[in-house]
């Protein structure tokens, strides 16, 4: 049994957090506040553009290969991506994530495009449409955040994965989650839908408007803890219903950190929450320890081996002065794209930033490496956004490289136990 | 200097550019999940500060219970809890309520009532005494308050036998609180127990209020005066040796929210704040260097645990869970849940009772479920509003410690 220690509980350190649990060993997860899985669709994307859509992601993911040598998925491949969202559904389990991680589902969004993506919740899934289907898009007057209106225009006017047009239409319910409240968000709802009699007078509110032989698509707001909440509202309507995912705060998002978070907890994983990793304690090319910033003094918390899963600029884990230097925060590692000339172009609507593929070069271990390709410190690996050399948000990739870096990071573990062994072999790290 | 005092022109704004607007507060925010009447920490907080010269535009911040949930959820390390308990202040400044003078005076609370302890305990039994204390000074009739008993700490402290054994590990301060000192003197004289048991001398300096009841209700001057007061006492005892204290909440006004949320930025509290320890955190520490006795007896138990909020805000984890668990057959529930909705003196107002009372519902539910005869909790206020909320014993994590060594009851 080693001790661990993974930073940031974003879908990378989570993945990572319980995969080493499983393994055995002691673990302690530092993050600095929520991780960044409730921000999201609550979905799997592996990869959705290329720059045309994706329709099977794992069979594409040689051909991005080809083209981005450098790509996190030419040094994981599609069998590790593979490994790593199989792995990530069966953590979450089959009341939030189906789908065939070979195959992408193209779901209507808040603004009625179709998204291409590879696992979803099962509450979204009646949104794959095809040819002829009669939609009706239901927003209620009290929530922000979902225009109905809006969603089914473009969605009407969106050629389907079959080729063919669905028939959509809006309207609107009056139903306030409490009362004297005119704005709220899905997060509201989601918690008095997991009531069943808020829950029998939204059905009933959504039945008057609907009409018979529709599919209805709704804000992902049918419940937040009670995961059948959809399916009685499913059956009370006695049709099809498809959730739709909306902004921040992400009902579905949530879902999904939360059932980690709490395996986490009930794993005993030492679970410091709320306190910044300032640096890491090193011995002769290994970090023997990681300093957290808790309140009044710092702590060292003692590690055989390190994960670090913090993110990218987003989170912060990377920060760009005003004399255009990028820097990682944690341990200063060395960083890959960041000498470009230009990081920021001023075209916001042309060619891709070269700053969003600014991050850690990794080994096949997920070691961060320096210019010479060594790794920085032996037992230092990373997972998730901090990873160089991918466009995560035009690719749609950013879940499949952080699940399957995480797994990877966690059964390449270069612990002094792994160390000793690998003198007489070479550790690859596959599983 | 100019005139305008720290919580108008706080640092703490700083760490408002940082907000991205991502709305994880919201999602952690346990009063705004159950009443429209707090519109969320985002809303008051990074939101409204852009609208605020000084005064802020409405009077919503003043439903913040001060948790600090939503800065211990934040990401991006944006102080916001911190930001809205300053525009707080400011805006009840020239209009404070008595009520809120009164409550946050917890010293004066302890010595006043200590020598008529039994009168006191009646009369705050008594349904007809508390309708009239609700009308007069808006404490609701039926908020927890704290037992008063005959005999403090100190007066313990001074009667008691000397212990039998030397101290083989040296002088250690132990920081009891207002509470440990006046009211629950039972947790604290367990924890003086346990900390000679493992052989440490402890020292116990006369010790004020840290003032964080004055500081959570906006009275920033008086709860200055109480902390800096109060680190010169625990500096007494003597220089760089380790402060332990049994009162969660009471450590963070130490460790962190002196100085976050009013500026305090004097030595004596940096110094004090670095060395203070959270009982369990303490504990904790001593057995990841091997250095804690282990021979605990058999407590075949399970154990609903609740972390408070302004422990969590600490971002040292839930040590108490680790502690608890090292003696054989203890098996802890944590609650889970952000707040019990007390958050110092907040659930004790009458406009707020109701608000306090929905955010610990979960909790409450939680506690008679999981073992309707004892609950843990780490904090005073806490462990009252958890009691009188859900029938349930609710004790501190050392109460547990001090059975598992098969020490003797205090007397």
């Known amino acids: ?431 | 200097m100019t005139d305008k005092s720290y919580a108008e022109e706080q640092l703490t704004r700083a760490t408002l550019d940082h907000c991205v607007k991502c709305t994880i507060c919201e999602t952690a925010c346990p009063v705004s999940a159950v009443t429209p009447l707090f519109p969320g920490p985002k809303f008051v907080g990074p939101q409204a500060e852009r609208f605020r010269n000084g005064l802020s535009v409405d009077h919503s911040v003043d439903y913040c219970s001060s948790c600090g949930a939503c800065t211990l959820a934040c990401p991006q390390g944006v102080q916001i809890a911190e930001l809205n308990s300053q525009a707080r202040a400011v805006m009840k400044k020239n209009h404070m309520p008595l009520r809120d003078q009164l409550v946050s005076r917890t010293t004066l609370m302890g010595t006043f009532m200590t020598p008529v302890a039994p009168i006191a305990n009646m009369a705050l039994d008594m349904k007809p005494v508390r309708t009239i204390v609700e009308k007069v000074v808006g404490i609701h009739r039926n908020a927890p308050m704290p037992t008063a008993r005959t005999q403090t700490l100190a007066g313990w402290l001074k009667k008691r036998p000397k212990p039998a054994e030397p101290a083989t590990r040296g002088p250690i301060v132990y920081f009891h609180g207002c509470a440990g000192g006046y009211f629950e003197t039972e947790t604290s004289k367990k924890a003086i127990l346990v900390l000679e048991h493992l052989g440490y001398e402890v020292l116990v300096p006369k010790q004020g209020c840290c003032g964080l009841a004055q500081q959570s209700n906006g009275l920033f001057e008086g709860a200055t005066k109480s902390v800096l007061k109060l680190c010169e006492q625990l500096r007494s005892a003597g220089k760089d040796l380790t402060i332990v204290s049994t009162s969660g909440s009471c450590a963070g006004m130490l460790k962190h929210e002196a100085h976050e949320i009013m500026g305090v930025n004097a030595e004596e509290l940096h110094d004090v704040g670095a060395r203070t320890r959270e009982m369990s955190e303490f504990l904790l520490d001593l057995y990841e260097a091997g250095e804690l006795d282990t021979n605990f007896e058999r407590n075949d138990i399970t154990i609903p645990y609740h972390a408070p909020c302004q422990l969590k805000s600490q971002g040292m984890g839930m040590p108490a869970i680790a502690l608890m668990e090292l003696i054989p057959g203890v098996s802890v529930v944590e609650s889970g849940q952000a707040c019990c909705g007390i958050a110092g003196t907040y659930g004790l107002k009458k406009e707020k009772y109701d608000i306090a009372q929905a955010v610990g519902a979960a909790l409450f539910k939680m506690v008679k479920e999981t073992n309707p005869d004892l609950a843990v909790c780490d904090t005073e206020t806490c462990r009252w509003q958890i009691e009188a909320s859900s029938g349930v014993k609710t004790v501190h994590p050392i109460w547990l410690i001090h059975q598992a060594y098969g020490l003797p009851d205090p007397r």
């Not at chain 1, 491949?77 to 559904?89: I, K, L, P, Q, S």
């Not at chain 1, 005119?182 to 939204?202: C, G, N």
């Open chain 1, 1 to 431: 049994m080693s001790k661990i220690v993974v930073i940031g509980a974003g879908i990378a350190g989570l993945t990572a957090t319980l995969r080493c649990v499983a393994a055995g060993h002691q673990v302690t997860t530092i993050t600095k506040g929520i991780g960044g899985l409730q921000l999201g669709q609550g979905t799997m994307d592996i990869l959705g553009y290329m720059p045309n859509r994706v329709e099977r992601p794992l069979d594409d993911l040689a051909a991005l290969a080809d083209e981005h040598p450098d790509h996190p998925y030419a040094i994981l491949n599609a069998d590790a991506v593979r490994t790593g969202v199989n792995y990530f559904a069966e953590l979450v389990g089959e009341d939030l994530l189906v789908g065939d991680p070979e195959r992408n589902v193209f779901l209507p969004t808040a603004v009625g495009a179709l998204r291409p993506t590879a696992l979803a919740q099962p509450s979204m899934m009646a949104g794959q449409l095809s040819d002829g289907d009669s939609v009706v898009m239901v927003g209620i007057r009290q929530l922000k955040d979902f225009y109905p209106g809006l969603a089914a225009q473009n969605l009407a006017r969106s050629t389907l994965p079959d080729g063919g047009r669905a028939a959509v239409r809006a309207t609107y319910i009056d139903l306030p989650a409490r009362k004297g409240e005119a704005d709220a968000t899905a997060l509201t709802y989601a918690r008095v839908m997991d009531d069943p009699t808020f829950r029998q007078l939204f059905v009933t509110a959504v039945k008057k408007v609907i009409e018979p032989g529709e599919k209805v698509g709704l804000p992902a707001m049918l419940g937040l803890k009670d995961p059948n909440s959809w399916r009685e509202v499913a059956e009370g309507l006695g049709t099809e219903v498809f959730e739709v995912p909306l902004q921040p705060p992400s009902v579905p998002g949530m879902r999904l950190n939360q059932t980690l978070v709490d395996k986490v907890k009930n794993a005993r994983v030492r679970w410091v929450y709320g306190s910044q990793v300032l640096g890491g304690v090193a011995e002769n090319g290994r970090l023997t320890g990681v300093v957290a910033g808790t309140t009044g003094h710092n702590v060292t918390f003692p590690a055989d081996a390190v994960i670090h899963a913090p993110g990218g600029f987003e989170s912060g884990a990377l920060e760009l002065d005003s004399y255009n230097h990028v820097f990682e925060r944690t341990f200063d590692l060395p960083l890959a794209g960041a000498d470009n000339e230009e990081l920021l172009h001023g075209n916001y609507w042309g060619e891709e930033q070269p700053l969003f593929r600014v991050g850690v070069r990794v080994d096949e271990q997920m070691r961060p490496v320096d210019a010479d390709g060594s790794a920085v410190y032996e037992n230092l690996h990373a997972a998730g956004g901090i990873i160089a050399n991918a466009n995560r948000w035009r690719e749609k990739s950013g879940d499949g490289i952080a699940v399957a870096s995480a797994v990877r990071a966690a059964d390449s573990l270069s612990t002094p136990t792994t160390a000793a062994a690998s003198g007489a072999m070479d550790s690859k790290g596959d599983n």
